[in-house]
């Protein structure tokens, strides 16, 4: 039976660029807070563009986020919450931040290096793993496509858990990457971009025409 896919766009900087999301019918809205990310915001600028976007849709993302900083972006009214994090990350940690958003709305983005198995212990703590391409140096947001095979391989595994495919997805190679893995649930970000934090409007009209 078909499924739509369901579309998270990240890294929204503008306000011109959450509304043309929201017009195109995105699923998700990513608002990175993490100050090293050249699309990174302050909580208050990613509160005043999470404003204009329905309850519900609103994605906080971050690398490592410290206890006290989840509980505010928690309290001030994000849905969901994107954090990346090295293997490294003890067990009590990714307890903590379950424990204070609770785990259906946790999206564990773990850093798994080529030649590493899965972390299966992540998976108690989030329902959902988000799968962005690894690369020594960067937490996030390379821009570069990623091993849809293991992706793939993953989402069989562990079927129970929501995967969400992220890493240089573009209106060229969508389509390919949905077949190739099966995921039902993309993450757009430099892929629709002109320049960091920038959405080019006909890249992402056409992604969005080309999934829909």
């Not at 990623?146 to 069989?156: T, Y």
Request: negative net charge; glycine residues 10%; contains cysteine.
């Amino acid at each position: 039976m078909y499924r739509p896919v369901q579309i998270k766009v990240c890294g929204l900087t503008r306000e011109q660029d959450v509304d043309l999301a929201l017009s195109l019918g995105a699923d998700y809205f990513g608002f990175i807070l993490y100050p090293k990310s050249p699309r990174g915001l302050s909580l208050e600028r990613a509160l005043e563009l999470a404003a204009r976007v329905p309850v519900g849709k609103r994605v906080m993302v971050d690398v490592e986020t410290g206890s006290e900083e989840l509980e505010h972006a928690r309290d001030a009214g994000f849905d969901y919450f994107q954090i990346h994090a090295g293997l490294q990350v003890g067990l009590a940690t990714l307890a903590t931040w379950s424990g204070l958003v609770g785990r259906e709305r946790l999206w564990l983005a773990p850093r798994v290096a080529p030649a590493d198995p899965f972390p299966e212990a992540t998976l108690e703590f989030a329902d959902s793993i988000l799968v962005d391409t690894f690369a020594k140096d960067q937490v996030g947001g390379t821009g570069k496509v990623g091993d849809w095979h293991r992706f793939n391989q993953w989402q069989q595994s562990y079927p129970q858990t929501h995967w969400i495919l992220a890493g240089g997805l573009s209106p060229e190679n969508v389509n390919e990457a949905t077949a190739a893995t099966g995921a039902t649930h993309l993450d757009l970000n430099s892929g629709v971009e002109s320049a960091p934090g920038i959405k080019d409007a006909a890249k992402l009209r056409e992604v969005f025409r080309v999934l829909r």
